[in-house]
T-cell receptor, first 114, second 113 residues
Framework: DTGVSQDPRHKITKRGQNVTFRCDPI?????LYWYRQTLGQGPEFLTY????????KSRLLSDRFSAERPKGSFSTLEIQRTEQGDSAMYLC????????????FGSGTRLTVV | QKEVEQNSGPLSVPEGAIASLNCTYS??????FFWYRQYSGKSPELIMF????GDKEDGRFTAQLNKASQYVSLLIRDSQPSDSATYLC?????????????FGRGTQLTVWP
C-alpha cells in the first residue's frame, strides 16, 4: 500500500491555459474521487469513478472540467481555459466499494492561476 | 442542498484538556459519518468513522452520533499540541458508505502547551 499519489504537487499557470493533473489510487481500490478545496472551506466534491465508469459528476463542474479513468487505474483531471477562480487544491481520493471506513486522500495538487 | 455545519472556531484548549468538536447535518438519509484531520497545507487524514448511534472510542478520540438529532461530535481527550489542526466533519448521502462525502468547513483547533 503506497498510498494515493498525485502529480504534480504544485502547478502555476496563466489564465486561459489548459492543465492536467494525474492521480494514482491505492491499487486494490476500485473507486476514485476528485475534490477541490479552497482556503477556509471543506473539500468540495467534483466527480467519482467506479473502475472506469464515471458514476457521478457535480453540477458545479463546468464543461471546462473533464475527468477520465480509462483503464480503471489512474485518473486524469483536465481543466481547459483556466480562470483565476480555478485556483485551489485539487484532491484525489480512493476507496474500495464495500470497504468500511471512508477513503484515503492523496497529497493534492495546488493550482495557482495567474 | 445537503449541509454540514460545524461549530465555529477557532477552538483553543490547553494541553491535557478535552477538546469538543461538533457537527450537524441536514440529510436524514445520511448513514456514515467521518472525522478528518487536516494540518495546514496538507491533505485530510481520516481519524474516525461512525455508523451507529452512540459512542465509538479509538485511543484518545471518541466519536458520538445521534441520528435523531442529526448530530455528530468528536472528543479529543488529553489534547496535545500535535492535535492542533483543522478538523473536518463529513457525511455520506444515502446508504452508501463509499459515495460522495459532504464536508463541513472545518473547525480549527489549537492546543497550547
Amino acid at each position: 500500500d503506497t498510498g494515493v499519489s498525485q502529480d504534480p504537487r504544485h502547478k502555476i499557470t496563466k489564465r486561459g491555459q489548459n492543465v492536467t493533473f494525474r492521480c494514482d489510487p491505492i491499487s486494490e481500490h476500485n473507486r476514485l474521487y476528485w475534490y477541490r478545496q479552497t482556503l477556509g472551506q471543506g473539500p468540495e466534491f467534483l466527480t467519482y469513478f467506479q473502475n472506469e465508469a464515471q458514476l457521478e459528476k457535480s453540477r458545479l463542474l463546468s464543461d471546462r472540467f473533464s475527468a477520465e479513468r480509462p483503464k480503471g487505474s489512474f485518473s486524469t483531471l483536465e481543466i481547459q481555459r483556466t480562470e483565476q477562480g480555478d485556483s485551489a487544491m485539487y484532491l484525489c481520493a480512493s476507496g474500495r466499494q464495500g470497504l468500511l471506513g471512508g477513503y484515503t486522500f492523496g497529497s493534492g495538487t495546488r493550482l495557482t492561476v495567474v | 442542498q445537503k449541509e454540514v455545519e460545524q461549530n465555529s472556531g477557532p477552538l483553543s484548549v490547553p494541553e491535557g484538556a478535552i477538546a469538543s468538536l461538533n457537527c450537524t447535518y441536514s440529510d436524514r438519509g445520511s448513514q456514515s459519518f467521518f472525522w478528518y484531520r487536516q494540518y495546514s497545507g496538507k491533505s485530510p487524514e481520516l481519524i474516525m468513522f461512525i455508523y451507529s448511534n452512540g459512542d465509538k472510542e479509538d485511543g484518545r478520540f471518541t466519536a458520538q452520533l445521534n441520528k435523531a438529532s442529526q448530530y455528530v461530535s468528536l472528543l479529543i481527550r488529553d489534547s496535545q499540541p500535535s492535535d492542533s489542526a483543522t478538523y473536518l466533519c463529513a457525511v455520506t448521502s444515502g446508504s452508501s458508505t463509499l459515495g460522495r462525502l459532504y464536508f463541513g468547513r472545518g473547525t480549527q483547533l489549537t492546543v497550547w502547551p
